[in-house]
């Protein structure tokens, strides 16, 4: 088992940018836009999902089961991100980001043709269950080559701004999903919504990815295979053993984007379940959070590569964690559609802002040659502890103390230690 970091290799590692066409940036971010956008159209037709696959007492409670469900995709992106991050960081950044998107192909489509409670009994919720699961791991084996091929791709001097893409296409995958959803809602009656209807999403969704594995396949490779040969253990115990303090930091700096995003594209569901929105009205929220979304991220990733990463970062989350309360208070008050679109504008705004800079800091704070590996790790336990937790929690708290503000709290317990984590966080070249 090779054990020892390869002596070529300097502490920022050996990539100097080998410059990104237009083709090569779309062929990377769509793994990450079609994982949200499955994401995205998950939560926005979670109360139809509920009623579907979970036919219980009351609604909320089917709410919350199907919620606990698209938790469960969250579980196996750890595993994910350990053999599809390992399988990249010693094969390549090209066949790993291939694999996951035929992953993400199969998850997809299960979730788009598994017959409803009402057809198969409890064999739905189940296939239903295993379908997030794939995609799950998929997710989580995603994130680390991607993103690590955009870094080790791009100019040196535009590195956030194309890290911020990342970012950005979950935006662009949140406005079609809005849009999408706005569009079913206004066009079908309750009762089509609900049996048919919800699963368009997903079936469009589908179609995309074989585009994008013919893109994938014909990536220029960016991991260098003549110098860096560890075997997969190696790669798993170098990163575990040597990487703790840039895992934990990154670990607590992704948890506020991750929480922000998720309660983001919660507020589509929490119109029509806790201010009492016309279905229609309330998928304007997607809408707005995916073209804000896109919008600020790259502006965000911008503004980093011209001034400075580490404020870019830290700024508008410690502003976040200001505004939440207010912010919430206000839209709960008023519960009109003009305060629920400012509120979630002004949320994907911030976040947006600082989160694609934020991943790619991360990704910048590990050598090349366990890259991918320790981001993916990274990235999947942040993601599965509060990213798979947090629209089962904000759902849970307003059904448990009937306060509508209460989605503001947790936003306010993330942000600041995120913000803190962010200001500690070095580069590998930095850390030496």
Same mark, same amino acid.
């Given at each position: 088992?090779?054990?020892? +970091?390869?002596?070529?290799?300097?502490?920022? /590692?050996?990539?100097?940018?080998?410059?990104?066409?237009? +083709?090569?940036?779309?062929?990377?971010?769509?793994?990450?836009?079609?994982?949200?956008?499955?994401? %995205?159209?998950?939560?926005?037709?979670?109360?139809? !999902?509920?009623?579907?696959?979970?036919?219980?007492?009351?609604?909320?409670?089917?709410?919350?089961?199907?919620?606990?469900?698209?938790?469960?995709?969250?579980?196996?992106?750890?595993?994910?991100?350990?053999? &599809?991050?390992?399988?990249?960081?010693?094969?390549?950044?090209?066949?790993?980001? $291939?694999?996951?998107? %035929?992953?993400?192909?199969?998850?997809?489509?299960?979730?788009?043709?598994?017959? *409803? @409670?009402?057809?198969?009994?409890?064999?739905?919720? !189940?296939?239903?269950?295993?379908?997030?699961?794939?995609?799950?791991?998929?997710?989580?084996?995603?994130?680390?080559?991607?993103?690590?091929?955009?870094?080790?791709?791009?100019?040196?001097?535009?590195? =956030?701004?194309? /890290?911020?893409?990342?970012?950005?296409?979950?935006?662009?995958?949140?406005?079609?999903?809005?849009?999408?959803?706005?569009?079913?809602?206004?066009?079908?009656?309750?009762?089509?919504?609900?049996?048919?209807?919800?699963?368009?999403?997903?079936?469009?969704?589908?179609?995309?990815?074989?585009?994008?594995?013919?893109?994938?396949?014909?990536?220029?490779?960016?991991?260098?295979?003549?110098?860096?040969?560890?075997?997969?253990?190696?790669?798993?115990?170098?990163?575990?053993?040597?990487? &703790?303090?840039?895992?934990?930091?990154?670990?607590?700096?992704?948890?506020?984007?991750?929480?922000?995003?998720?309660?983001?594209?919660?507020?589509?569901?929490?119109?029509? +379940?806790?201010?009492?929105?016309?279905?229609? +009205? *309330?998928?304007?929220?997607?809408?707005?959070?995916?073209?804000?979304?896109?919008? =600020?991220?790259?502006?965000?990733? !911008?503004?980093?590569?011209?001034?400075?990463?580490?404020?870019?970062? &830290?700024?508008?989350?410690?502003?976040?964690?200001?505004?939440?309360?207010?912010?919430?208070?206000?839209?709960?008050?008023?519960?009109?559609?003009?305060?629920?679109?400012?509120?979630?504008?002004?949320?994907?705004?911030?976040?947006?802002?600082?989160?694609?800079? $934020?991943?790619?800091? %991360?990704?910048?704070?590990?050598?090349?040659?366990?890259? *991918?590996?320790?981001?993916? %790790?990274? @990235?999947? !336990?942040?993601?599965?502890?509060?990213?798979?937790?947090?629209?089962?929690?904000?759902?849970?708290?307003?059904?448990?103390? /009937?306060?509508?503000?209460?989605?503001?709290?947790?936003?306010?317990?993330?942000?600041?230690?995120?913000?803190?984590?962010?200001?500690?966080?070095?580069?590998?070249?930095?850390? /030496?």
């Amino acid at each position: 088992m090779n054990l020892t +970091k390869p002596a070529y290799e300097t502490p920022g /590692g050996p990539e100097t940018g080998r410059g990104l066409d237009l +083709k090569s940036v779309v062929a990377t971010v769509l793994g990450n836009a079609i994982e949200f956008y499955d994401f %995205v159209s998950y939560a926005t037709f979670a109360a139809q !999902i509920g009623r579907a696959f979970f036919p219980t007492g009351t609604a909320a409670e089917g709410l919350l089961l199907s919620l606990a469900t698209f938790g469960a995709g969250f579980l196996t992106r750890p595993l994910g991100g350990v053999v &599809i991050g390992a399988f990249a960081d010693r094969k390549g950044r090209r066949p790993a980001m $291939t694999l996951t998107i %035929v992953l993400m192909a199969l998850g997809t489509g299960m979730i788009a043709i598994v017959p *409803s @409670y009402a057809v198969i009994g409890i064999a739905a919720p !189940i296939l239903l269950v295993l379908a997030r699961l794939i995609q799950g791991f998929a997710v989580g084996g995603e994130v680390g080559p991607a993103t690590a091929y955009l870094l080790e791709a791009a100019p040196v001097s535009r590195r =956030a701004e194309f /890290g911020s893409w990342q970012s950005a296409s979950q935006g662009v995958a949140s406005l079609t999903a809005g849009l999408l959803g706005f569009t079913l809602a206004q066009s079908l009656d309750p009762a089509s919504l609900d049996g048919w209807g919800w699963r368009v999403p997903f079936a469009l969704g589908l179609l995309v990815l074989p585009i994008g594995l013919y893109i994938r396949r014909n990536l220029e490779e960016t991991l260098d295979h003549g110098r860096v040969q560890p075997t997969s253990m190696g790669v798993v115990h170098h990163t575990a053993t040597q990487h &703790i303090l840039p895992i934990v930091l990154g670990v607590l700096a992704i948890m506020g984007a991750t929480v922000a995003t998720y309660i983001n594209g919660y507020m589509t569901t929490y119109a029509q +379940k806790t201010l009492n929105m016309a279905v229609g +009205k *309330s998928m304007l929220a997607t809408v707005v959070v995916g073209s804000v979304g896109v919008l =600020a991220a790259v502006s965000g990733g !911008i503004l980093a590569d011209r001034w400075s990463r580490r404020w870019v970062m &830290i700024a508008p989350r410690v502003i976040l964690a200001l505004v939440a309360w207010p912010a919430f208070l206000y839209v709960s008050a008023v519960r009109d559609v003009t305060a629920l679109l400012l509120v979630t504008g002004l949320f994907t705004l911030l976040n947006s802002f600082c989160s694609g800079v $934020t991943i790619m800091q %991360v990704t910048d704070s590990f050598p090349q040659w366990v890259r *991918s590996t320790a981001l993916g %790790v990274t @990235y999947a !336990i942040s993601v599965s502890v509060f990213g798979g937790s947090t629209q089962f929690i904000v759902a849970s708290l307003i059904q448990i103390t /009937g306060d509508p503000v209460s989605p503001a709290y947790l936003l306010m317990a993330v942000s600041l230690p995120s913000a803190l984590a962010a200001y500690y966080m070095r580069t590998a070249k930095e850390a /030496g």
